[in-house]
């Protein structure tokens, strides 16, 4: 089945989400759309799926004009979708999930095992292991998208779209999910892959679309290079890898012994974990998602609640202190999510820059805030960081995702910190932010700052690091040099020492 | 200026309109209701007058018992007719304080259901200072206020320890001690520390004289220093609330507790703190309640303060202001609906029905936004449900 789309525009008030977009997919085919965060690729695809209407603009099924209103619309013609946040319930089994929405009942009751066997049949097809009364909550992520896959697949979907499927896999997952993308291709589906990840374009689309503003900046075959994609994608020239200057190694700032954590039930999230990081160095963090790189971060200032072990900064213990005083010994620290624990999204720019700050001289006098100096302060670190807002009185959540981020920089760069935590630092940024915020990070080992960078991003901690630490299942496997090769990290990160 | 307005639009309006609406609803059904009104049925004609007729006097006996009325002002003095409104201040008084209790809960993420505990046990803690001591008057007051806000502070404040150490939610916790409230009084009011000496009914005895609140504007209205002191209190929460860095951690921790927690601010110690602040407020409505009208405790001290307090935060959107106008609003349904009682015959039931209805259409924006067709713009973060997130 071949899909296409002509002249599709969107418009949200002023914004023109799609101006004027054509593009078409084949039989058999993967088309790939690239374009950065909010470019419009998300709006297109919704509109394609009956989530959103478009205000002009044709699809067309095998060349035929169709309607599509509703998602049961674009079901019927054989369209499926696997959103970026998934649309599962939890506490419901996979075979419950799968046919939510088209349950078959027996005299008023539910049977499932009809679906139970076609979904082991798709499963066996593409050789998962799924188990169809496993509940949901129980499965790891990756695991939870093949879900989405099966019950798209279930419905005879003969084009799927994937909007943004590896912003939450782990690398293994993702070569996974590109395998299984091969393979349904192998057997006739048609793919939409939405996603800014150059690498993964690369690796697996057989046309590549290029989306900026709105518009279709460009089509290419799989051959162009990544500085290239970056270039068409962004609209002027980008630097992938940033330039790191010489190190000069200054003393150490964190010692880390035998750390370890455990979770309410007693289980070892971090297992007996050491390390050191001295003043000029960026130490990352490499390892597949959940082998214990957020509890490592949060047991260092504190946040976990049943940690042994010990953690020097500066030679002080910090361990069993409150938060606030691991953080007002030194420590700047970026969380991993910033909507949910860097952010109040409810709350000003302003009063989101004096968050871990705002009970301490200049910012408040005699318990009460200084509003004159938490604007001065707002409007030179807005500056400075070149946070691009209206007004600092506009609530942060009205900020894009990489603005949020400068924002949590702002704030922790700007206290004054021997030891840097970054965790996921560009998760979900816009190529413009990622820039911004390797050269910031950079800058603050320069400065003499000892960095930790957690990331799940290869490139990222090749590109950064002076060190890198794999963590897997909770232990430092090993730390080896910056020089390490891609595949042995890989390797590693796998458990393989 | 303009922004300030937009502001106020954007706050106030989805409130105005609940009330308004309610009590269009509620005038319909009073009318309908009516079995006069309902006699003339079969001329539609007659109908439709007495059922206006029967509205429009409803509303000026509500209006009449609780603003101003004529009649009392008739040969006398053209203050006298001011009667009414200081009655309905006397009212709004003691839901200025329960209600400043739930808005500040829900500023910090909190959901106080337990006014009406805290109420009681400030009353009885007052009340036992007011009976049992003589001091000299300025006193005997504080003395007694003092012991409102310990009292109920303290059972407050239980519940933010319970859940900032336990996790124990405070919706179920500070429901279970609204009844441990009410039986307390019960009890306490039949031992031989509260039970007045000459009385087989549960009172206690009258607070002595100089441990009532004094009457400010003379001894024809029962307005008392209360109402300052109430209005005094709110001034304060409203510094706590925006001025001050406790207010912002409460804020913080209201708006997103895990962010709050990462940026070093204690949750644990927030909670406590805002759970026992709250109990003072509702504590002091008592205390003053008892101390400024009924003088003696009875075990029905409490009325509904502490839940009509619930309302009065949801109709004043969780503001300091918000809540004062509110308290206003309900303290006049309150005395109105006497007058509606005694001039027109409606029962005075309906006034909760009105009230009912509010909290209805408030609880219920889409339903307002639809019927009024207001677009986006109004905010309609529903502050009631956040509670349940724990």
């Not at chain 2, 001894?219 to 706590?240: E, P, Q």
Request: hydrophobic share 50%; with cysteine; glycine share 10%.
């Amino acid at each position: 089945m071949s899909l296409e789309l002509k002249g599709v525009t969107k418009k949200f008030g002023t914004l023109i989400a799609n101006d004027s977009i054509d593009l078409s997919v084949a039989n058999g085919e993967i088309l790939a759309i690239l374009g950065e965060n909010g470019a419009g690729k998300s709006t297109l695809m919704n509109i394609v799926y009956g989530l959103q209407e478009a205000d002009s603009g044709k699809i067309l099924i095998d060349g035929n004009e169709v309607v599509i209103n509703s998602p049961a619309d674009a079901l019927k013609h054989g369209i499926g979708m696997v959103h970026q946040h998934f649309m599962l319930v939890p506490v419901f089994t996979v075979a419950e999930n799968i046919v939510l929405g088209h349950e078959v009942s027996k005299r008023g009751k539910l049977t499932l095992d009809q679906a139970k066997v076609r979904i082991k049949e798709i499963a066996d097809e593409f050789k998962f292991e799924i188990d169809p009364d496993a509940l949901i909550e129980n499965l790891p992520v990756g695991i939870q998208q093949r879900i989405e896959i099966i019950r798209a697949l279930m419905y005879d979907a003969k084009v799927l779209i994937l909007d943004e499927p590896t912003a939450v896999l782990t690398p293994q997952e993702t070569d996974e999910l590109l395998a299984i993308m091969r393979s349904l291709k192998s057997k006739g589906t048609s793919i939409i892959f939405i996603t800014h990840k150059l690498r993964e374009v690369k690796a697996v689309a057989d046309r590549i679309t290029v989306i900026r503003r709105g518009k279709v900046v460009g089509t290419t075959g799989p051959t162009a290079t990544q500085e290239e994609l970056a270039t068409l994608m962004v609209g002027h020239n980008v630097v992938l890898t940033p330039t790191k200057s010489d190190q000069r190694l200054g003393q150490k700032v964190l010692e880390v012994r035998n750390l370890t954590v455990f979770d309410s039930s007693g289980r070892k999230l971090l297992n007996n974990l050491s390390l050191d990081i001295n003043a000029g160095e960026i130490l990352a963090i490499a390892g597949v998602q959940g082998n214990g790189q957020s509890e490592l971060a949060r047991a260092l200032i504190n946040l976990e609640e049943h940690v042994t072990g010990s953690i020097k900064l500066n030679s002080v213990e910090i361990l069993g202190r409150s938060v606030n005083d691991a953080l007002q010994a030194g420590i700047a620290y970026v969380p991993e999510s910033r909507e949910l624990d860097g952010l109040i999204g409810s709350f000003s720019i302003a009063e989101n820059l004096i968050l871990d700050t705002h009970d301490l001289a200049p910012t408040s006098k005699l318990g009460q805030l200084d509003r004159k100096r938490i604007e001065e302060n707002a409007r030179k670190l807005i500056k400075e960081f070149d946070v691009r807002t209206q007004s600092i009185f506009d609530n942060v959540s009205s900020l894009s995702g990489g603005n949020k981020q400068k924002v949590v920089l702002a704030r922790e760069l700007s206290r004054s910190v021997q030891l840097v935590i970054v965790s996921q630092p560009t998760r979900g940024l816009d190529v413009g932010s990622i820039e911004f915020v390797h050269e910031r990070l950079l800058q603050e080992r320069n400065a003499g700052k000892a960095v930790l960078l957690i990331s799940s991003e290869l490139d990222e901690v090749i590109g950064l690091s002076d060190r890198i630490a794999v963590l897997y299942r909770g232990e430092i496997l090993d730390i080896v040099e910056n020089n390490t090769t891609r595949e042995k990290l890989g390797l590693m990160m796998a458990g393989v020492k | 200026m303009k922004n300030a307005i937009i502001k106020f639009r954007k706050v106030a309006l989805l409130p105005f309109l609940a009330f308004n609406f309610a009590f269009l609803i509620g005038g319909i059904i009073i009318a309908l209701t009516d079995a006069e009104v309902m006699a003339k049925i079969k001329s539609p004609g007659e109908f439709i007058l007495a059922f206006l007729a029967k509205i429009g006097n409803s509303f000026l006996a509500i209006f009449q018992g609780s603003i101003y009325d004529v009649n009392l002002a008739r040969g006398e003095s053209f203050f006298k007719g001011f009667y009414p409104i200081a009655e309905t201040a006397v009212s709004a008084t003691p839901l200025i304080l329960a209600g400043l209790s739930v808005t500040l809960a829900f500023r910090a993420g909190l959901f106080n259901i337990g006014a009406q505990g805290q109420f009681i046990m400030g009353a009885i803690a007052a009340s036992y200072i007011g009976f049992s001591f003589e001091l000299s008057p300025v006193i005997h007051v504080l003395l007694a206020l003092l012991a409102g806000i310990l009292a109920s502070g303290i059972y407050g404040g239980l519940v933010g320890f319970l859940k900032a150490k336990t996790g124990a939610h405070e919706v179920i916790v500070t429901i279970m001690l609204n009844y441990v409230a009410s039986f307390f009084i019960l009890w306490i009011l039949k031992t031989k520390t509260f039970l007045r000496p000459d009385s087989i009914n549960p009172i206690a005895p009258e607070v002595n004289q100089s441990a009532k609140l004094p009457q400010f504007l003379g001894s024809d209205l029962r307005i008392h220093l209360g109402l300052l002191i109430a209005l005094l209190v709110a001034a304060a929460i409203w510094w706590l609330l925006n001025v001050s860095t406790i207010g912002f951690k409460f804020r913080a921790v209201g708006a997103n507790a895990s962010a709050a927690k990462t940026a070093g601010i204690s949750t644990g110690q927030v909670t406590f703190l805002t759970m026992f602040i709250c109990g003072s407020l509702a504590g002091l409505g008592g205390a003053v309640h008892v101390l400024g009208v009924n003088h003696a405790l009875t075990a029905d001290i409490g009325g509904s303060y502490g839940f009509d307090a619930i309302t009065v935060a949801l109709l004043g959107r969780a503001t300091v202001g918000g809540t004062i106008f509110a308290a206003f609003l309900f303290g006049a349904l309150q005395t109105g609906g006497l007058s509606l009682l005694s001039n027109t015959g409606t029962p005075v039931e309906i006034v909760q029905v009105i009230q009912a209805l509010i909290v209805l259409f408030i609880a219920t924006p889409t339903l307002i936004k639809f019927i009024f067709r207001i677009k986006k713009e109004v905010s309609e973060s529903s502050l009631a449900a956040k509670g349940w997130n724990g």
